[in-house]
T-cell receptor, first 116, second 115 residues
Framework: AQKVTQAQTEISVVEKEDVTLDCVYETRDTTYYLFWYKQPPSGELVFLIRRNSFDEQNEISGRYSWNFQKSTSSFNFTITASQVVDSAVYFCALSEVNPGGFKTIFGAGTRLFVKA | DAGITQSPRHKVTETGTPVTLRCHQTENHRYMYWYRQDPGHGLRLIHYSYGVKDTDKGEVSDGYSVSRSKTEDFLLTLESATSSQTSVYFC??????????????FGPGTRLTVL
């Protein structure tokens, strides 16, 4: 069965600090996808990144970076030099590729507070 | 922005009444999903659809049913609403592309309160 664990319920940092959000997943499939989404205080859900199980290359996009390690079933998200606008809830999600559809499970989310 | 709307956006109802939430998309995407969001639980999958009349259960499907009679609409029904179904409900769509799995696009959410 699929499972996504985001053990950090809330994180509070001061602006310009680096912060890492942890995501650990469980799946029996060899082919799967991982995602990160952001939910700012306004409530909408915004896609950040997608990674498939065959691509362990880390990715950097501006101040955001992602570290995917299959050996530890983790897909962690780091924000460098955090800003107040980064304050949001961040969700990690896992999608299995199955014949009936792409069932997607989300973690419970990590609420990030960035203080000025 | 993905063309996805939810209606109603807010609803207050009483225990025992039926409630139907509608998700409408203009993107012609194959896959549609219903989630509920509750504090401490994040987003939990209720039901999803992989085509017209093709649906399957998610993690928390008890007390909910869905229907998809046409590509653009995915309806979520609470047959007899209970207070435990007070939540924010999100619909999501996903394009089906051969060879890759695309991201989901989410609707604005429906806040449902069951008194």
């Amino acid at each position: 069965a699929q499972k996504v664990t985001q053990a950090q319920t809330e994180i509070s940092v001061v602006e310009k600090e680096d912060v890492t959000l942890d995501c650990v997943y469980e799946t029996r499939d060899t082919t799967y996808y991982l995602f990160w989404y952001k939910q700012p205080p306004s409530g909408e859900l915004v896609f950040l990144i997608r990674r498939n199980s065959f691509d362990e290359q880390n990715e950097i996009s501006g101040r955001y970076s992602w570290n995917f390690q299959k050996s530890t079933s983790s897909f962690n998200f780091t924000i460098t030099a955090s800003q107040v606008v980064d304050s949001a809830v961040y969700f990690c999600a896992l999608s299995e590729v199955n014949p009936g559809g792409f069932k997607t499970i989300f973690g419970a989310g990590t609420r990030l507070f960035v203080k000025a | 922005d993905a063309g996805i709307t939810q209606s109603p956006r807010h609803k207050v109802t009483e225990t025992g009444t039926p409630v139907t939430l509608r998700c409408h998309q203009t993107e012609n995407h194959r896959y549609m999903y219903w989630y509920r969001q509750d504090p401490g639980h994040g987003l939990r999958l209720i039901h999803y659809s992989y085509g017209v009349k093709d649906t399957d259960k998610g993690e928390v499907s008890d007390g909910y049913s869905v229907s998809r009679s046409k590509t653009e609409d995915f309806l979520l029904t609470l047959e007899s609403a209970t207070s435990s179904q007070t939540s924010v409900y999100f619909c999501a769509i996903r394009e089906g592309t051969s060879g890759i799995l695309n991201e989901q696009f989410f609707g604005p959410g429906t806040r449902l309160t069951v008194l």
